[in-house]
Structure formats: C-alpha cells, structure tokens
C-alpha cells in the first residue's frame, strides 16, 4: 500500500526550530520528486518545498527561503523538513506529496498531515 | 493573494452542474504548464481528482472533467451529489516565480 506518513509537528515557541519527517512506503521513494504543502488554519494550500528524486535540486517558496530546508534520504524511505527561526505565521498542517510524472506532475499521494504550531 | 484566482464558494442542488474556475497569467497556465485539480474533505489531506488539465486517476467518477484555455481552467461538476461539498484547489506551476502554485481554494456547497 501506498502511504506517506508525517511526523515531527508540536508546539514550539517563536524563534525555535523543529525537524518534520515523512516515512514512504509501498512505492520506490528514490524515484520521485517530493514536495512538503502547509496549510494555514482555516486557509487554503501554500507549497512550500521541493526536493528532487536524488537529492539534487531543491526549491522553496519565498515565505521560507533561508529558514527551512528540504533533505531526503532514501536508504531510510524518509523526507525531512527542517524549520529554524519559525515564526507564528509558521503554524499551519504540514503535508508530504509525492509528485508523479505519470500523473502530470500532480501530487498523487499526500499524507494525513503534521501540525506546528509556534506560539509563545 | 494566490497566484492562481478561484472564487471562494460556489453551490448548486443536487444532480446540477457546476463549475469552479481557476484563472492564472501567462507565467503559469498561459505558458503551457498543466493544471491539476484537488478535492479536499475538511480535516482530511488533499486528493487529486484531475491531472494534466483533463485526466481523472482511476476511481475518479467521469461526471468530473477539468479543461484549458488560455490562462484559465475549469473544473466541472455534474450530476452534484451531497458526498462533492468539500473545498477544490487548482494547481499548476510557475516559471517566473519558479515554483508550485496553488489556487486560493473554492469551497462548494451542495445546497
């Protein structure tokens, strides 16, 4: 079965840092694109990160650029998102998606989610 | 604001047709790039219900269908069932932005 499954979320105050993780299985995790989506309270999708399948490029949204980072590491199956100098705008879910390029590109399998929440 | 604009709400009684709309700008749906429509269940992760502009994953049921034009795209609803209010957001990607964007999301009601 196909499952991403996040963990890692809490509460942490403003200023802190938090790491998530996403397990894979059921699939060959060192073959996709993975991407790391928040969600607000009560608002809608923000992408925030992409890693490449190997590891070798990765991209991120303005609004986390130079305080979060994206790794993988295929030998454990496991997507990290590392979140230094959160701030409360921060607090949202936090999803794992696959990218599938024979699905377009689209993000095909999404986990349940994590929540972060920052606040002193 | 998001990159790609949907309307916030739309609705519509059951068995009706409706369609949510998701426009952008010639840096994302206008050059070419694919759009991708997700359905999402209040409390539960996002699901892809069209891909590539006009593709359902197997499972989806073919009273959904997405469309293009221009540097817009459409999702359309018909035959409404009560099991379709959720929220519905519009993907696509970004070249001068270079990144993946998501519409502001539309939530439908099933009235």
């Known amino acids: 079965q196909v499952r991403l499954v996040e963990s890692g979320g809490g509460v942490v105050q403003p200023g802190r840092s938090l790491r998530l993780s996403c397990a894979a299985s059921g699939f060959t995790f060192s073959s996709y694109a993975m991407h790391w989506v928040r969600q607000a309270p009560g608002k809608g999708l923000e992408w925030v990160a992409v890693i490449w399948y190997d590891g070798s490029k990765k991209y991120y949204a303005d609004s986390v650029k130079g305080r979060f980072t994206i790794s993988r590491d295929n030998s454990k199956n496991t997507l990290y998102l590392q979140m230094n100098s959160l701030r409360a705008e921060d607090t949202a879910v936090y999803y794992c998606?696959?990218?599938?390029?024979?699905?377009?590109?689209?993000?095909?399998?999404w986990g349940q989610g994590t929540m972060v929440t920052v606040s002193s | 604001q998001s990159v790609l604009t949907q309307s916030p709400s739309v609705s519509g009684a059951p068995g009706q047709r409706v369609t949510i709309s998701c426009t952008g700008s010639?840096?994302?749906?206008?050059?070419?790039?694919?759009v991708n429509w997700y359905q999402q269940v209040p409390g539960t992760a996002p699901k892809v219900l069209i891909y590539?502009?006009?593709n359902r994953p197997s499972g989806v049921p073919d009273r959904l269908s997405g469309s293009k034009s221009g540097t817009s795209a459409s999702l359309a609803i018909t035959g409404l069932q009560a099991e379709d209010e959720a929220d519905y957001y519009c993907?696509?990607?970004?070249?001068?932005?270079?990144?993946?964007?998501f519409g502001g999301g539309t939530k439908l009601t099933v009235l």
């Open positions: 998606a696959r990218q599938n390029h024979d699905y377009g590109n689209a993000f095909d399998i």
């Open positions: 010639s840096s994302n749906i206008g050059a070419g790039y694919d």
């Open positions: 590539g502009n006009n």
């Open positions: 993907q696509s990607y970004d070249s001068s932005l270079s990144l993946w964007v």
